[in-house]
């Protein structure tokens, strides 16, 4: 999975796939950018064909000349089995909205299957049937993305906010707030009990900022009929957040963002020198955040969104940041922990696609089979399939 490969965003479908089909499958871990090992079987290798996916044959010793390298304690790789291929559920309304999701694109285009979930889903716990869990570019906080201002007018925007309070109402909500704030809820709950979370651009903030405001009303008029609490900042409780810490909610309607923990107001970077690094992790000993960063390169080109990146002084300490550029003191991909479950936010909406505006068409993502952007939303893909190893002692 280095530059040799002609479509990594393809191989983790290969490698999806062979596990739905019983194939041995293991994720070599900082080998040659992060390879998969398959045991031969001629369905694994006609599917690469067939996908244009580029694979080697290996004879039994140059398999165990691989496996003795990585086994070596003084190289920083690791072999992990991927036994068992996640259930997953992309939460998305079904109304077409003129943006689209970049998890969503890549599962289609690397031929992983998945379903589509909404509130009603999510609020009749539905999330159980499933072990990884995408979030679709939402605003959790019942603002609606903060879209009023500019989009009021147009008919998609009407009919988003005349479907999410028909929806409300159907599952006894008086307001779409209070609706977001339980699905939320039943997220963090999924989390809890050993689900695995994704979530990219507004999913970021806004999920930890409608947390932070349970039981305070942080929407102005025109999103609820009413006016917000005053005195809402004071009334944050950020212990009921996932990955943010004292942050600041910006009460301004007219203004896009949601607080201060996107720094996209701030920054002065440009598309010429808007970067983040990966960081290095032990593959032997932080197992987690090795899978989440294989890639064939470590310099990751960025990208805008709604919600682009992250203050870094806003990320809670019992975070691990994957990637950041330290000198705009911004995080741009982090992981966190939550009873049993684990979470990744990343920041931007599209690797590919530096400031992707309301309406734009969407990525062809046969022009970028090599994205390295794109293979960070795939190693979370695959994550919920390795085996757990025992703990080191």
């Not at 290969?14 to 040659?32: P, R, T």
Request: aromatic share 12%; charged share 25%.
């Amino acid at each position: 999975m280095d530059e040799t490969q002609k479509n990594h965003l393809k191989a983790y479908g290969i490698a999806y796939w062979s596990i739905v089909q019983k194939a041995d499958v293991s994720w070599l871990l900082n080998y040659e950018g992060g390879s998969f090992l398959i045991g031969y079987n001629k369905a694994v290798e006609d599917e690469c064909k067939t996908r244009g996916v580029s694979y080697q044959l290996l004879p039994d010793g140059k398999v165990t000349a691989i496996l003795n390298e990585i086994a070596d304690p003084g190289v920083n790789m690791e072999m992990v089995k991927l036994e068992k291929a996640p259930k997953i559920a992309v939460y998305s309304p079904k109304s077409k909205l003129p943006w689209d999701d970049a998890v969503t694109m890549v599962l289609t285009y690397a031929e992983i299957p998945y379903d589509v979930v909404y509130d009603d889903e999510v609020l009749r716990d539905k999330l159980m049937g499933y072990d990884w869990l995408h979030l679709h570019h939402e605003d959790f906080t019942g603002q609606y993305g903060r879209f009023w201002s500019s989009f009021k007018n147009e008919s998609w925007y009407r009919n988003d906010v005349k479907s999410q309070e028909a929806t409300a109402a159907r599952n006894g909500f008086g307001k779409v707030a209070a609706m977001k704030l339980a699905v939320a809820k039943k997220m963090r709950d999924f989390c809890v009990g050993g689900g695995f979370m994704f979530a990219m651009c507004s999913a970021t903030d806004s999920f930890d900022i409608a947390l932070s405001a349970d039981g305070v009303d942080i929407c102005e008029s025109m999103f609820d009929g009413d006016r917000a609490d005053p005195n809402a900042q004071s009334k944050l409780n950020y212990n009921n957040t996932m990955a943010f810490k004292g942050f600041t909610i910006d009460q301004n309607p007219y203004y896009y963002g949601l607080a201060n923990i996107d720094v996209k107001m701030q920054r002065d970077l440009t598309e010429s020198n808007d970067f983040f690094t990966l960081f290095d992790f032990s593959a032997k000993w932080d197992l987690v955040p090795s899978m989440l960063t294989q890639n064939h390169e470590k310099v990751i080109k960025g990208f805008m969104g709604q919600t682009t990146a992250f203050n870094k002084a806003m990320v809670k300490p019992v975070i691990t940041v994957m990637g950041e550029n330290k000198g705009a003191n911004e995080v741009r991909y982090l992981h966190g922990e939550i009873g049993k479950g684990q979470f990744t936010f990343y920041g931007g909406h599209d690797p590919e696609d530096y400031k992707h505006a309301v309406g734009d068409p969407q990525t062809d993502l046969n022009l970028h089979p090599n994205s390295p952007g794109y293979r960070l939303i795939l190693n979370n893909v695959l994550f919920p399939a390795a085996k757990k190893k025992p703990q080191k002692t």
